[in-house]
């Protein structure tokens, strides 16, 4: 079984502190994303990563980074947690098979991160 | 965007009755998916279905899609209390990305 694996499950930070979410999955997937989930917007993509060191925006990037190291590992960086930063955290992978279309994302159980 | 939208956005039935939930999108797509997310946590993959497929059966669960209408729907059938949770679309967005839609919540009672 595909699993992905979250450092956390809750997390409770302070405003302005630096906040790193780490994602690990075992399955050897090329494909890394990380989503936040808020009530009423659904799933946002902040950022993925299709390779090691190689990342790209989503549609809402702005106060978040991302690190990929090691094709196993995608960390999410909070650089200055701000309050509207808290939202539940969804991290996810999948292969890559055909370049132009997607294939099924496994996700992990999510980190419920609050900033106060 | 092509974002996929659920309807409706919320669904309570009783156990052992179908379900229907359906998922409207605005460009062509190479594929469409369905996910379940338990309360709390993550999202299970449930079904795939390619743009040239009408119709696909996993177990309880049927999907058809309609690209001339650029709609899908997701049957369960005999629900069960174990059904209940939010139910979302994902389509395919090229460039190995999914986009999700906001979510079906189901609600089985005994």
């Known amino acids: 079984d595909v699993k992905v694996t979250q450092s956390s499950r809750y997390l409770v930070k302070r405003t302005g502190e630096k906040v790193f979410l780490e994602c690990v999955q075992d399955m050897d997937h090329e494909n890394m994303f990380w989503y936040r989930q808020d009530p009423g917007l659904g799933l946002r993509l902040i950022y993925f990563?299709?390779?090691?060191?190689?990342?790209e925006k989503g549609d809402i990037p702005e106060g978040y980074s991302v690190s990929r190291e090691k094709k196993e590992r995608f960390s999410l960086i909070l650089e200055s947690a701000s309050t509207n930063q808290t939202s539940m955290y969804l991290c996810?992978?999948?292969?890559?098979?055909?370049?132009?279309?997607?294939?099924?994302?496994?996700f992990g159980p999510g980190t419920r991160l609050t900033v106060l | 965007s092509q974002q996929g939208e659920e309807d409706p956005q919320a669904l309570s039935i009783q156990e052992g009755e179908n379900a229907t939930m359906n998922c409207s999108y605005k460009t062509s797509i190479n594929n469409l998916q369905w996910y379940r997310q338990n309360s709390g946590r993550g999202l299970v993959h449930l079904i795939l279905i390619r743009s040239n497929e009408r119709e696909k059966h996993s177990g309880r669960l049927r999907v058809t899609l309609d690209t001339s209408k650029k709609s899908s729907s997701l049957l369960i059938t005999a629900s069960r209390a174990a059904d209940t949770a939010s139910y979302f679309c994902a389509t395919d967005a090229g460039a190995q990305k999914l986009v999700f839609g906001q979510g079906t919540r189901l609600t089985i009672n005994p």
């Open positions: 996810a992978s999948s292969p890559l098979l055909f370049r132009a279309t997607s294939d099924t994302q496994y």
């Open positions: 990563s299709y390779d090691v060191k190689m990342k």
